[in-house]
T-cell receptor, first 112, second 115 residues
């Protein structure tokens, strides 16, 4: 079945460490997105990519980095510069000409 | 600028009674509107979408929503709640630059269904 796979589902990190969250899709979608979800704040856009080797900052990009070397993959690195990284991270993708996003199951990051 | 406001952060209903989740939007042009549902520790699933066709939109699991331009509303309803409907619901409007697929999310409404 086509879909989006995020891993790991749960991740614990010590302060000062970088961590990378994986997002893989087999939907042949061109565009991919990373959102951060905090209680009572809805979803906020971190980064998005509309095509391989290109990406743009979203509303809260500081402290995060991404790459888009392959169409299927859009990993997110949470760097030590992110002051409050504990959150639920959601990856999504969108097919050409569509305005509906397909979401992965999410990754919950906890900083100890 | 576009925005979306979900008027209730928490709604509690009894099983078998109607559900109403309220959403107002602000947009300078005719928007695309969506409702997504999220069960605990899961991703978001599309319930329904409005894209300037029929103003009454039917979605999955018996949900529907009505686009009312005069009231700038897109409320989500269901005639009879089921225990499995307990989840968080997001009203979403497409961004001004719709070709980027950027979405603007409401704050979310948590639906509690009591037996």
């Amino acid at each position: 079945d086509g879909g989006i796979t995020q891993s790991p589902k749960y991740l614990f990190r010590k302060e000062g460490q970088n961590v990378t969250l994986s997002c893989e899709q087999n939907l042949n979608h061109d565009a991919m997105y990373w959102y951060r979800q905090d209680p009572g704040q809805g979803l906020r856009l971190i980064y998005y990519s509309q095509i391989v080797n290109d990406f743009q900052k979203g509303d809260i990009a500081e402290g995060y980095s991404v790459s888009r070397e392959k169409k299927e993959s859009f990993p997110l690195t949470v760097t030590s510069a992110q002051k409050n990284p504990t959150a639920f991270y959601l990856c999504a993708s969108r097919g050409a000409g569509a305005n509906v996003l397909t979401f992965g199951a999410g990754s919950r990051l906890t900083v100890l | 600028a576009q925005s979306v406001t979900q008027l209730d952060s928490h709604v509690s209903v009894s099983e078998g009674t109607p559900v109403l989740l309220r959403c107002n939007y602000s947009s300078s042009y005719s928007p695309s509107l969506f409702w997504y549902v999220q069960h605990p520790n899961k991703g978001l699933q599309l319930l329904l979408k409005y894209t300037s066709a029929a103003t009454l939109v039917k979605g999955i699991n018996g949900f529907e929503a009505e686009f009312k331009k005069s009231e700038t509303s897109f409320h989500l309803t269901k005639p009879s709640a089921h225990m499995s409907d307990a989840a968080e619901y997001f009203c979403v409007v497409s961004g001004l630059s719709s070709n980027t697929g950027k979405l603007i999310f409401g704050q979310g409404t948590t639906l509690q269904v009591k037996p």
